[in-house]
């Protein structure tokens, strides 16, 4: 069975609809990444200060660049007060990095089919299939218990932590985002048979076909999931620019300004 | 208020870079003491960045937030991602000053205050230096002594101590007999009239003109101030080098310069005045040079506070914060006090006079029966 018939169980104006509200999504984050970025640029470019005399693309380059850097993921103020935060902080990092790759790269692969090439010419690739689908799995449940943890932690231990409604909505759209992905992962084995590594939705599906759910209404849940999964990526697409999400970009470059000011506190010690 | 022009760049990058985690308003003192998260670093990032943006925020409310704080730093030293509020502050006071907003009344009083009298508690300029020997005046030394408004009119034990244990080294120094207020308290609450530059000028010109080659401060917000801003009144460099007392004292005491003869036999406990330990220029932090004097006399058990070093607790004594909220200040010393409890010690050192005043009248308001003293003062009785 083709595998992406699945995938695409909805009709083709939805299939447009879906295209059009990626591209407007992605235009309305490309505003919000420039507003923010004319907002920094207001600042006064200070002599003393240890991102002086870098523009703009210079900010975003060096961004990327501390975002997969040691001086970032393991920066000691990550776990100067609590080292479960900083496990728990890592693992949101990595997995929604990978996942975001993952799903980059199946997006690429439907066009292109360029996988189905790689494992005809090399016949052993089709098990890093395997071994991908698996990794995903577990990332996914990582990012759901790290998500919760930084969830149940707003309300749980007396913390003073903002907890406006733009930290909870954010945090909801991404537990709603995974979960989706999960329940439709679960239907589309249930009605494909293909199990894999993929052991999440191989245990939501031998659930559903412990239940004999009627195929229609698996197909409808599917489409409902399907909808839910969509429509909460593009709702953080288009906002996270907008939102305290914005530290995603931001907190590379103050921490490297951080370090950079420890260092030479280091140096004059 | 949506134009807050004098923010830096990273300053303003600052404000994106908040993962909204709450640790800075965890280790809040002044949070601790209203138990109001409204006054939390986390919430004011939260509404400075959508005064950045254009978008509406009850400016009262917000000043008084922002006025609410003793920029003690300790939320830097707790950030994740190393924003530093302490510098934030007192660039949107500045901002909220000339909008109108904030204790805009006290300020003008203040300013008014050390235009007239050179300090800020509106005392005559003539009694600031009765308390010491006037043969130290004189002298041509490379080190001058900054004594500092707080020290020469309201904590003379301090000033006291720290000539004595310098005088006793042997080294030359000088005092200046027309010293100004070195701007900290105008600055701090985001004044920056041209009395705050005439101010750190008349300073600077001072020991220029004395010839000097080290300003040694005690007082830990006139070293901060020196630190950080003199220079940019000065065309971007000072014409001396600014040299915290601690460092100098704890460098003839390891050269084996300075001595101390007389034991002290009991538990000593010294708090960390947050722009020693934490401070605006980093790089500058006075932690250790305190412990070294006080672990090279005879018979003291030194013991560490629970929240201590860079993790200090401030009493309610900085930023402006006993002028701009009286109450807030108060509470916060009790926080401290409460801290203390369960801390077997005898006697309380700090090297903040802010801080000593500060607990002395707590201590007269409440009666509590606690020791405190300034290092100095403490080592000069042993020397």
């Known amino acids: ?269 | 208020m949506n134009n807050l022009t004098n923010l830096t760049k990273l300053q303003i990058i600052e404000l994106y870079a908040c993962t909204r985690c709450g640790e800075c308003a965890n280790w809040c003192p002044a949070v601790d003491a209203y138990q109001d998260n409204k006054i939390s670093p986390a919430e004011k990032i939260i509404k400075l960045r959508r005064i950045l943006e254009g978008k509406d925020v009850e400016n009262e409310e917000f000043a008084e937030a922002i006025f609410n704080c003793t920029t003690c730093g300790r939320c830097y030293e707790v950030c994740p991602v190393g924003i530093r509020c302490h510098e934030l502050w007192p660039a949107v006071r500045a901002r909220l000053l000339e909008k109108g907003y904030g204790p805009v009344e006290k300020i003008i009083e203040l300013r008014e205050t050390i235009e007239k009298l050179h300090n800020p508690f509106g005392l005559p300029m003539e009694d600031r230096n009765k308390w010491i020997d006037k043969d130290i005046f004189m002298e041509k030394a490379e080190i001058a002594l900054f004594i500092g408004c707080e020290l020469a009119y309201r904590v003379k034990p301090m000033a006291i101590g720290a000539v004595k244990v310098l005088k006793k080294s042997g080294i030359k120094f000088v005092l200046c007999d027309d010293e100004w207020c070195c701007g900290f308290p105008l600055y701090i609450l985001g004044d920056r009239s041209d009395v705050l530059k005439k101010e750190i000028e008349h300073n600077i010109q001072i020991f220029e003109r004395i010839g000097v080659k080290k300003v040694a401060p005690y007082c830990p917000c006139c070293y901060a101030i020196m630190k950080k801003v003199w220079k940019s009144f000065n065309g971007d460099r000072l014409p001396f080098e600014v040299v915290h007392i601690l460092k100098i004292i704890a460098d003839l005491v390891k050269d084996g310069k300075i001595k101390f003869k007389k034991p002290f036999y009991g538990k000593v406990v010294y708090h960390d005045p947050c722009y020693l330990s934490r401070g605006w220029e980093y790089g500058n932090n006075i932690i250790e040079e305190p412990r070294e004097i006080l672990r090279s006399i005879r018979g003291v058990e030194l013991v560490e506070l629970p929240e201590s070093k860079k993790l200090s607790r401030c009493p309610g004594s900085g930023g402006g914060i006993r002028r701009a909220n009286p109450d807030l200040s108060e509470k916060m010393a009790e926080q401290f006090f409460d801290m203390l409890r369960g801390v077997d010690f005898d006697v309380l050192l700090t090297s903040c006079p802010a801080v000593n005043e500060r607990l002395n009248f707590i201590m007269e308001k409440k009666g509590y029966e606690i020791r405190v003293m300034d290092i100095l003062e403490f080592a000069s009785l042993h020397i």
Not at chain 1, 145 to 174: A, D, Q
Not at chain 1, 212 to 237: A, G, P
Not at chain 1, 245 to 256: G, K, N, R
């Open chain 1, 1 to 269: 069975m083709e595998p992406w018939w699945l995938f695409w169980n909805v009709t083709q104006e939805v299939k447009w609809l879906f295209y059009i509200s990626i591209i407007v999504s992605l235009l309305i984050s490309i505003k919000g990444v420039r507003k923010t970025l004319l907002i920094w640029e207001k600042g006064i470019d200070d002599p003393d200060e240890e991102i002086y005399n870098l523009k703009s693309f210079d900010l975003i380059k060096l961004s990327f660049k501390m975002f997969f850097s040691p001086d970032c993921l393991l920066a000691k103020r990550l776990s100067r007060v609590s080292n479960t935060r900083r496990f728990f902080l890592i693992i949101t990092i990595l997995s929604s990095v990978i996942l975001i790759i993952g799903v980059l790269i199946n997006f690429l692969d439907y066009f292109t089919h360029f996988t189905t090439y790689i494992s005809q010419i090399i016949p052993s690739f089709a098990y890093t299939f395997v071994f991908i689908s698996g990794l995903f799995e577990i990332l996914g449940i990582a990012l759901i218990i790290s998500v919760l943890f930084h969830l149940i932690r707003r309300f749980t231990n007396g913390e003073r932590i903002p907890k406006n409604p733009e930290v909870i909505g954010m945090n909801l759209i991404i537990l709603l985002l995974v979960i989706s992905g999960f329940l439709i992962e679960g239907i589309r084995v249930s009605m494909i048979k293909i199990y894999d590594t993929e052991f999440i939705g191989s245990s939501i599906s031998f659930y559903l076909k412990l239940h004999s759910l009627d195929k229609t209404f698996l197909l409808s849940l599917h489409k409902l999931f399907w909808i839910i999964h969509v429509s909460s990526f593009i709702i953080l697409l288009a906002y996270f620019p907008y939102s305290y999400f914005s530290h995603l970009f931001a907190s590379q470059i103050t921490l490297y300004a951080a370090k950079r000011r420890e260092e030479g506190e280091k140096e004059d010690e």
